[in-house]
């Protein structure tokens, strides 16, 4: 399920928000034609689906804890 969200903010509320993302989340602020910026969201796995994990990667908690009665 996609999940988006909107603000309506300018000026120094909005060169805070970004600041705070770039230095927070990996976002990466770069310069475009003329005045603009454009902004440059990292890789995870909503915007690139080959990174999204696979369920069959997982290992099934029943093997995991078999072993918990050895580590005590």
């Given amino acids: 399920m996609a999940r988006t969200e909107a603000f309506n903010t300018e ?6 928000f970004l600041e705070y993302q770039v230095a927070n989340s ?3 602020l770069e310069k475009g034609n003329g005045r603009s910026q454009l902004i440059a969201l990292p890789r995870n796995e909503f915007n690139h689906p080959e990174l999204r994990r696979n369920t069959a990667d997982g290992i ?8 918990f009665g050895i580590l005590v």
């Fill in 60 to 67: 099934p908690l029943e093997h995991v804890s078999r072993i």
């Fill in 11 to 16: 000026g120094l509320s909005l060169d805070k």
């Fill in 26 to 28: 990996g976002w990466v």
